[in-house]
């Protein structure tokens, strides 16, 4: 993107779909770039869509078919795209109403203010980093319920999980988080809970079968190793 902006700062229109593109970084602003596909690429990181919030014209946006969506629905990969980008008003080709986009800020920040509350002061700079539109959202809209208020859109019931976090001595733990949320950040709530350091712990995921499958993928989500509502995850250590 920064040679684009360089190169051809009059575009208005960049079709990057089937390249090998992993993440978006630079803080180089196309004026007049009004159209992007990113369709087949293999961007991985929510916060590569970050810095397409700099390009004021920017509102049709094709995005499909990459890693970071491969755990997720379709819908939520919607919501949670819109809900970071507010100029946007086609997506994937359908229009974007007041409605939905309303909808979808509102699990937006849900999904964000449920991670938010877990972390530890030192990490919530760089949590605010990685979603800058949190705290705007947060004035705008109020403090989000997490328990699934009836009065709420029916997307945001389903949007957090009940959890049991138990560790190698027995203690145990019951949480609601986002089905979003990644190991990474789980971790970090792990260590505010029990006070063990990300990198010392290993997690795993108890099925109903009393299997258990380690959680060994950091960027992963939870919905990913198919964690549902009720599951248990076990905490050990190195």
């Known amino acids: 993107m920064q040679f684009c902006a360089r190169s051809c700062p009059n575009l208005s229109k960049i079709m990057l779909g089937d390249n090998p593109i992993s993440e978006i970084v630079g803080d180089e602003v196309l004026h007049n770039l009004s159209a992007l596909s990113l369709q087949k690429t293999q961007l991985n990181s929510w916060t590569s869509l970050n810095p397409l919030r700099m390009f004021p014209a920017l509102t049709d946006l094709r995005i499909s078919e990459i890693p970071l969506f491969e755990s997720l629905s379709a819908k939520s990969c919607r919501y949670l795209v819109l809900g970071r980008l507010k100029q946007i008003t086609k997506l994937n080709g359908s229009p974007v109403t007041d409605s939905e986009r309303k909808d979808a800020e509102k699990y937006y920040l849900q ?9 530890d002061d ?59 949320i990644t190991v990474k950040n789980l971790k970090l709530i792990v260590n505010h809970l029990f006070k063990i350091r990300a990198t010392d712990q290993v997690l795993f995921f108890q099925t109903e079968e009393n299997e258990e499958v380690q959680l060994d993928d950091a960027e992963r989500s939870l919905h990913y190793y198919g964690i549902a509502d009720g599951a248990t995850i076990r905490v050990r250590t190195n």
């Open 111 to 119: 999904q964000c203010h449920a991670e938010f509350i877990e972390l």
């Open 122 to 180: 030192g990490k919530r700079e760089e949590f605010m980093q990685e979603n800058p539109r949190y705290e705007e959202l947060l004035q705008f809209y109020g403090t989000p319920s997490l328990s699934g208020d009836p009065d709420e859109p029916e997307t945001l019931a389903g949007g957090l999980i009940k959890l049991t976090l138990l560790d190698d001595n027995g203690n145990e733990i019951h949480k609601e988080l986002p089905f979003t």
